[in-house]
């Protein structure tokens, strides 16, 4: 079957750095997209990769491994806005998007 | 630019009422466009996915004769809850993505909160 997994929760300090992780199982692979999604609202697009490596965006970077089917985002200098379920999910080899459940991330002052 | 925009935000409404939410890309044209349903707490449940000029797909579980779902063109999506009732009380959620490719991501509409009564 198809997964995706990444922690339920983290929490993280105001000014630091946090990594959230995330691993998938797909029958193919057409990238992995990161969303936030703070609560009440709806996703917006953070980041898309689909060939190996690290992709800066800002404050905001996202790490793809294919060959271990895994993926991070990064989010330096941490802001109380930050606070937010970031989530992550895969494409498979329909195009279908596979969605992970979520991670809720507290920022503390 | 991938401005995606939803309508109505909130909708409250007696108990056997229909409603309707329309899905419009508004800078882009998109082939394909994605209903949601996200309940208090819970991840994004994919309803079904909705191409232009043709029958949506529905997911395992979602009756199609109860969420009616037309494509008409490139930028308009509309989804009909037909005789709601409290359990379909939800936040929904559309999606759509550029023509240009699958791979492009999905832009999510700012959702829209039905309280059935």
């Known amino acids: 079957g198809q997964n995706i997994d990444q922690p339920t929760e983290m929490t993280a300090t105001e000014g630091a750095i946090v990594q959230i992780n995330c691993t998938y199982q797909t029958s193919g692979f057409n990238g992995l997209f990161w969303y936030q999604q703070h609560a009440g609202e709806a996703p917006t697009f953070l980041s898309y990769?689909?060939l190996d490596g690290l992709e800066e965006k800002g404050r905001f970077s996202s790490f793809l491994s294919r060959s271990k089917g895994y993926s991070y985002l990064l989010l330096k200098e941490l802001q109380m806005k930050d606070s937010a379920s970031y989530l992550c999910a895969a494409l498979d080899s329909n195009y279908q998007l596979i969605w992970g459940a979520g991670t809720k991330l507290i920022i503390k002052p | 630019g991938a401005v995606v925009s939803q309508h109505p935000s909130w909708v409250i409404c007696k108990s056997g009422t229909s409603v309707k939410i329309e899905c419009r890309s508004l800078d882009f044209q998109a082939t394909t466009m994605f209903w949601y349903r996200q309940f208090p707490k819970q991840s994004l449940m994919l309803m079904a996915t909705s191409n232009e000029g043709s029958k949506a797909t529905y997911e395992q579980g979602v009756e199609k004769d109860k969420f009616l779902i037309n494509h008409a063109s490139l930028t308009l999506s509309t989804l009909t809850v037909t005789s709601a009732h409290p359990e379909d009380s939800s936040f929904y959620i559309c999606?759509?993505?550029?023509?240009?490719?699958?791979?492009?991501?999905?832009?999510f509409g700012d959702g829209t909160r039905l309280s059935i009564l």
């Open positions: 999606s759509a993505r550029d023509l240009q490719g699958d791979n492009q991501p999905q832009h």
């Open positions: 990769n689909v």
